[in-house]
């Protein structure tokens, strides 16, 4: 039995998420089904982490184990080549028998983008939450430094967590700016469930002056998701990276081997 990694993208506008569910199009019902076609086996794939509806991956990461003698270097094609045309395998690679895409995973990166012009920029709309309104950039950057550490980030997550902890470890936060386009970047140990879109939607609030920049620590001390903002829309976040540590046996010399001795962590958004 072998285990195979893959690298996948995709555009998260028209799936209920990446989870497969009893209704509605998901990136692994997807994904599944080409795996069946290609190897006529019944493949359950085990993803890096689970992205809402509407949430967009650049780096999501998956497993599986199969019996199929294809070779690694064409996974990634045969595949692309079964699947929709918003859904692209960008790599596969052979991982050891004990991989887990998401129980081994060590960082995620996301990021949440605010298109901040007069008009939304029709191209990229599906990619970028519109905020015509004027926002107080260092204000919200003075507050996003509050959130990095570790915490217990019961504010910032929805009410229908099922996670028995809350605790997490947020390495690095910043804002970016691009033009109109400003980028929340995050990178954790492990994100909640709407665990950056509350954020995001909190900051939007210290950017309207509606909270204070200290406010962001306020509510991370309330652990109350009542006192934090709104989660902000689905569309404009997108799953960057997934890393990975690499094995005392060196059995994962991959690109995605960039991490070393951080503890495991369970990762969901």
Known sequence: MRNIGCKVSYDGSEFNGFQSQPYGRTVQGEIEKALEHLTNES?????????????????????FHTESTIPTERWAIALNTRLPKDIVILDAWDVPEAF??????????????????????????????????PLRVEEMREGLKHLVGEHDFTSYTSIHSTKASHIRTIYEARL????????????????????????????????????????????????SRALAGPTAMAHGLTLMDVEYARTNDNQFPHPYDQVKDEPETEVEE
């Open 43 to 63: 493949i359950i794939i085990l993803g890096s982490g689970r992205t809402d509806a509407g949430v967009h991956a650049r780096g999501q990461v998956f497993n």
């Open 100 to 133: 887990h895409s998401r129980k081994s995973a060590k960082r995620k990166t996301y990021c949440y983008t605010i298109d901040r012009g007069k008009f939304p920029d029709v191209f990229g709309r599906q990619y970028r939450f519109h905020h015509p309104t």
């Open 176 to 223: 970016e700016e691009e033009g109109p386009f400003l980028h929340l970047v995050v990178t954790g140990n492990g994100f909640l469930y709407n665990m950056v879109r509350v954020i995001m939607g909190t900051l939007l609030w210290v950017g309207e002056g509606k909270l204070l920049a200290d406010d962001m620590l306020r509510i991370l001390d309330g652990k």
